[in-house]
């Protein structure tokens, strides 16, 4: 299973900005997929997941009413809109699948992306 994480960037804070990640050799409908990122210094964390089915969302507090996790099954894509972006935001930002139902723990993660960058500047 691969993973190809893209949409990063420099932008500033109050914009929008969408990821993507690509999977590819794997069942995509088996996979929750999940987003996750580092910021400099700091460990990596959650950021948001959706179920293998779509139905299922779930998004860390820091991140909560301003982004939109998506799949579409059609391209074997995951989506992370983000908008309202603040200078926190700032992190390399990883795409990520497993096979449990819908995990916020990296653990449960098999699979990884190589990241993207977002930096938001004032």
């Known amino acids: 299973v691969q993973l190809q994480a893209s949409g990063g960037g420099l932008v500033q804070a109050g914009s929008s900005l969408r990821l993507s990640c690509a999977v590819s050799?794997?069942?995509?409908?088996?996979?929750?997929m999940g987003w996750f990122r580092q910021a400099p210094g700091k460990e990596r964390v959650f950021v948001a997941v959706?179920?293998?089915?779509?139905?299922?969302?779930s998004y860390s507090d820091s991140v909560k009413g301003r982004s939109t996790i998506s799949r579409d099954s059609s391209t074997n894509t995951v989506y992370l809109q983000m908008s309202s972006l603040k200078l926190e935001d700032t992190a390399v930002y990883y795409c990520?699948?497993?096979?449990?139902?819908?995990?916020?723990?990296?653990?449960?993660?098999?699979?990884w992306g190589q990241g993207t960058q977002v930096t938001v500047s004032s």
């Open positions: 990520a699948a497993s096979r449990r139902m819908w995990p916020t723990s990296q653990l449960a993660y098999a699979y």
């Open positions: 050799g794997g069942d995509f409908s088996s996979f929750a």
């Open positions: 959706i179920s293998g089915s779509g139905r299922k969302t």
